[in-house]
């Protein structure tokens, strides 16, 4: 007997070990990592097209692409309306090719959930969803527009969209627990009201009016320090009333109604993230449009997971693991700044193709220790072995264990120039690092011909005491002791063989000065590769005119290298 018991609950525990989920998050220093297949892990991914994923032909003929680009995971959506195309019959024959191509292909898979909303509308459910209005509900505009936007306050659209997110996860616990394929969820896409701030249902007006939920005062209250900026001004325009309904509590206009809004896309996000969370624990996030170009609440899809709305979702949607931002807009590295926040770790699921996604993909694992950048229509890209992405994700996936051994300890950075924003000083004790644009050197036609200047980017790593890596494209580094920062003046300007301009003039300048204190020099630049553990192994020695005479390290623009620079002190 006491043998048959032992028997059972080894069984049950072989069991439960199969259904373990394959990538989980974990913190480290100030990082949050992904974790697949025991190891840290950056994805290095783009996302499918809307429409193609949407027949087996297409999935079998793009995912060879993508292994060709060096992605390591794809982004690809889930239709509502193709998996359960009549009420209560659902098929997963997509669902089963992806999963099937990407093994194929050496990909993991981020699905996206195009359920009951996608970019704010509600196209992807299914036929007998939208035809039965009465049961499914809309939400109304002010003036009692109804929209192609089912309305959240519906019991009837949740149950329906949870009942086909539920048996399509299902689906995805049996087909992947061998196999670990599926790495995260995204939740819907890109939620958000438009043309109002928030619906004007019935039963949205009745929630509007009613006293804003004591779990969303309480946590208010518990991290008024913590709060994002915007929302705690919000409240403190009020009072930081401790009730109220939701115009008493943070004032009567669109920015209160997006809050409003927000909170109740959070709660429904949040039921299916219990769903998720029981069915097949992967991590889970939901992706925003921007609240980009001076666009009020209602011009943009209001109230999906902004940053300057976290708390409310974080309290609404506690299971939900992070906000990612969709980024198509000007101004990215502002915009990757508003999202790597103490409570967010940052991972960007779109962003528009373009030659510029490869520096800006090293820039976001060194600046921010990203989990993860994702172009959007990845299948539209190159996958020439020269494209910057193809060249940039080759590098990227070969410093992963180094990158993911120093993420969160404080001892990188990200760089990233372009046209208008040339040059980024880093100090680092008594190290003055001067990292610029590859153009600022007058040595490339390109950079003075007026043909626009592709962005430069790169990583800078320190690895121990005048140590570093320095990796990416389209940059030069110059490293300076503090303390000779002023003897480095007068060296800018000397001419580019590294000679003084004119009769020595520049040098004169600066003839009174004294030099005090050590100085820095190059001791070698290698460039190399990284093997799997971490390891550098030596490819060539860039000296003379490839460091100046051992002035700077540079990578030129349209090569994307990794460098291993040893510093020196004399006096
Ligand atoms: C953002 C959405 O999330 C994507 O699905 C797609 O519609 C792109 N915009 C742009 O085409």
């Not at 005062?217 to 403190?236: A, C, D, F, S």
Request: hydrophobic share 40%; net charge negative.
């Amino acid at each position: 007997m006491t043998k048959f018991i032992l028997f059972l609950i080894l069984n049950c525990l072989a069991i439960g070990h199969t259904l373990a989920q394959n990538s989980t998050l974990q913190k480290q220093g100030t990082a949050t990592q992904l974790v697949v297949d025991g190891a840290p892990f950056l994805i290095l991914g783009g996302e499918l097209g809307n429409s193609s994923a949407a027949c087996v032909q297409d999935i079998e003929h793009i995912f060879p692409k993508l292994e060709r680009m060096g992605l390591n995971t794809v982004l690809v959506p889930a239709y509502w309306d193709l998996i359960e195309p009549t009420e209560g019959s659902f098929d997963f024959t997509l669902t089963d090719k992806v999963l099937q191509q990407a093994r194929r292909n050496n990909l993991k898979v981020v699905f996206l959930w195009f359920g009951a909303w996608k970019n704010s509308m509600s196209c992807y459910a299914p036929l007998w969803f939208k035809e039965n209005y009465k049961r499914f509900p809309r939400a109304y505009t002010r003036n009692g527009k109804p929209l192609e936007i089912a309305s959240a306050f519906s019991e009837a659209v949740y149950e329906a969209d949870q009942r086909a997110f539920s048996k399509w996860m299902q689906h995805i616990a049996a087909a992947d627990k061998e196999e670990g394929t599926v790495i995260m969820i995204q939740i819907e896409n890109e939620i958000g009201m438009l043309e109002d701030a928030r619906d004007y249902s019935r039963e949205a007006n009745k929630a509007f009016n009613a006293p804003v939920p004591e779990e969303f005062m309480t946590y208010l209250q518990k991290n008024k320090k913590t709060l994002h900026p915007q929302m705690l001004k919000k409240w403190e325009s009020q009072g930081c009333k401790k009730q109220g309904n939701w115009q008493e509590v943070f004032g009567a206009d669109i920015y209160t109604d997006e809050i409003f809004m927000a909170w109740h896309y959070a709660k429904y996000v949040e039921r299916l993230a219990q769903t998720a969370r029981s069915i097949y624990n992967v991590p889970l996030y939901v992706n925003a449009a921007m609240n980009s170009r001076g666009r009020k609440p209602g011009e943009y899809p209001s109230a999906g997971p902004l940053a300057h709305l976290i708390d409310v979702w974080h309290c609404g949607a506690p299971s939900i693991d992070m906000l990612a931002p969709d980024l198509y807009d000007n101004g990215f590295i502002d915009w990757t700044a508003q999202y790597k926040l103490h409570n967010n770790p940052l991972f960007i699921p779109e962003i528009g193709l373009t030659d510029n996604n490869g520096v800006r993909a090293f820039y976001i694992f060194g600046e921010h220790d990203a989990i993860g950048i994702s172009p959007f229509s990845i299948e539209n890209g190159s996958d020439s072995p020269g494209s910057p992405l193809v060249q940039s994700y080759a590098k990227l996936k070969e410093l992963m264990p180094l990158l993911t051994k120093y993420q969160g300890k404080g001892v990188m950075k990200g760089l990233l120039f372009d046209g208008k924003n040339k040059e980024r000083i880093i100090t680092d004790d008594d190290l003055t690092i001067t990292a610029r644009h590859f153009f600022t050197l007058p040595w490339d036609p390109r950079a003075t011909d007026g043909s626009p200047w592709p962005e430069g980017g790169g990583i800078l790593l320190k690895l121990s005491e005048n140590e570093y890596i320095v990796a990416g494209n389209g940059i030069v580094l110059e490293f300076a002791k503090t303390s000779e920062k002023q003897a480095s003046e007068a060296r800018k300007l000397l001419g580019e063989d590294g000679f003084a301009l004119k009769n020595g003039q520049q040098a004169e300048a600066k003839h009174d000065d004294k030099f005090k204190g050590m100085r820095c020099g190059i001791g070698y630049v290698d460039e190399v590769e990284v093997d799997k553990e971490g390891k550098l192994r030596y490819i060539r020695r860039l000296n003379g005119d490839q460091d100046h005479q051992g002035r700077h390290v540079r990578i030129s623009v349209g090569d994307f290298k990794i460098l291993h620079v040893r510093l020196y002190e004399y006096r």
